[in-house]
């Protein structure tokens, strides 16, 4: 299968290597500037055309990738739709986390059949830098979401399979409570964890050594949520209903780090929730705890 990219960045580039190894071949590159054309044609050993449009890059390919920034994909779109840049049966691809493929809508309405044109996301749980030659594949081994018409949730599933990767299907709706999760679960990870080595350097620890200690806390207890699930991997004192415990820490906290006695206020609340659900803890201890969050 051919495929063409509009969009020659960290994510246009590394995808454009992966899929040429894998055996699709590169129609060719469209950038907003000619030299990541030319950086990413090079990358896959000069194979591909450079496009002087967009236009040009739908013309002579069964699958388009747009992988330029968020906030463009749309028009990007919209524009090659508006020149009926669009041929019958191509697949066009965007990788946004976030972004639905209803992004990508006006590749549809601008065909007569509107069926002949697939319009898909598939987004790699991955974080992309710029292309080296001879780094490791960034995705070998890594989850990648496809979304999209059921045509191309096919191609999609394809790709992911081409690069060595694992895929799973979302609904459309789907796609901005999906990124929410990655985002807690990767993003407010970092948050926390600094929330945690912030009170130890209160307690006279350099962030090397806080980190240092709590490493295999935190990864045991990763390992504790894969192993017993995530209701079931809480421990410690909301887990035991000891209220007297929880009001020295919000205290603690209030006085040497009022910043952040907000934060763990929130946290314990649905920790609360969490416990009150393995309903290990009396309606009593509940109701002192609640009092402490609220
Ligand atoms: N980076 C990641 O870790 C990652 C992970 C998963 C998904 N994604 C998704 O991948 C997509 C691209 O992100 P990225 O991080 O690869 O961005 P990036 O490195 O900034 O690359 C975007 C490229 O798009 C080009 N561009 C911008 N506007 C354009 C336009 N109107 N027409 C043609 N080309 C245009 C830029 O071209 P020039 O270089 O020519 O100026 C740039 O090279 C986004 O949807 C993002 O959400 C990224």
Known sequence: MKFSIIGCGRTGTNLAVYLTKAGFVPAGFFSKTRASALKAQKAVNNAGLIFDTAVQA????????????????????????SKNGFKNNISVFHLSGALSSEILASAQQSDPKQSDINIGSIHPLQSFTPYEKGQASPFSGINISVEGTEGAVRVGEKIVTALNANSFTLPTNAKMLYHAAAVVASNCLVTIENF???????????EEKAYEILEPLIMGT????????????????????????VSSHIN???KD?????????????????????????????ISKLSKLFN
């Open 222 to 245: 990763l390992n504790n949520i894969k192993n017993k699930g995530s209701v079931n991997a809480l421990t410690g004192p909301v887990a035991r209903g000891d209220s007297d415990i």
């Open 257 to 285: 780090m009022p910043e952040f006695s907000l934060l763990y206020k929130i946290m314990g609340k649905y920790t609360l929730e969490i416990a009150t659900q393995r309903k290990e803890i009396s309606s009593d201890q």
């Open 196 to 206: 945690a080595i912030n009170l130890l350097q209160k307690a006279d620890l350099s």
């Open 58 to 81: 739908c013309q002579n390919t069964d699958i388009l990738f747009i992988t330029t920034p968020d906030d463009t994909i749309e028009n990007v779109c919209s524009d090659i739709a």
């Open 252 to 254: 603690a906290i209030k």
